[in-house]
């Protein structure tokens, strides 16, 4: 049994000394809002894997795009039938820069989108290891 190997990516927009980070209501295996976040697929690495995630989840384009020193993993729930042998997945963060405006959203993995402050994004995203990377990202935003 293996993990995945995959890309947490906190896509965020900037208007003025605002930040305003795009959060995602998953609908695919589990309900509750996260952050654009996919698998690595065969021979790609970051920063391309960011850019076709961002693409293929909410139509945008990524820019400024920064990795993170900070990785994990976690188990799946439940075996997911579209993953065969793989118990869950391995994590590394980034974070990039996106257009503020309407999202067009994969309908098979999202149900909704919303543009919200570090507050609410906080709130409002269902894994601990998500808010986590949110903290870490929204730290170096802010400094």
């Given at each position: 049994m293996k993990y995945r190997k995959s890309i947490?990516?906190?896509a965020y927009a900037r208007k003025g000394e605002e930040i305003f980070y795009l959060i995602l209501k998953r609908k695919l295996h589990w309900k509750g809002?996260?952050?654009?976040k996919g698998g690595i697929e065969k021979f790609e690495f970051g920063k391309r894997a960011i850019k076709r995630e961002i693409r293929e989840e909410t139509g945008l384009e990524a820019k400024k795009i920064k990795k993170y020193k900070f990785k994990g993993k976690f188990k799946y729930k439940k075996e997911l039938k579209d993953r065969p042998g793989?118990?869950?997945?391995?994590y590394s963060l980034?974070?990039?820069?996106?257009?503020?405006k309407k999202v067009k959203l994969d309908k098979l993995e999202h149900s909704d989108y919303k543009w919200v402050?570090?507050?609410t994004a906080?709130?409002?995203?269902t894994?601990?290891?998500?808010?986590k990377s949110l903290k870490i990202v929204n730290e170096v935003l802010n400094f």
């Open positions: 947490f990516v906190v809002w996260e952050f654009p793989i118990i869950g997945q391995s980034y974070s990039c820069e996106v257009p503020k402050d570090f507050k906080f709130k409002k995203l894994w601990p290891n998500q808010r």
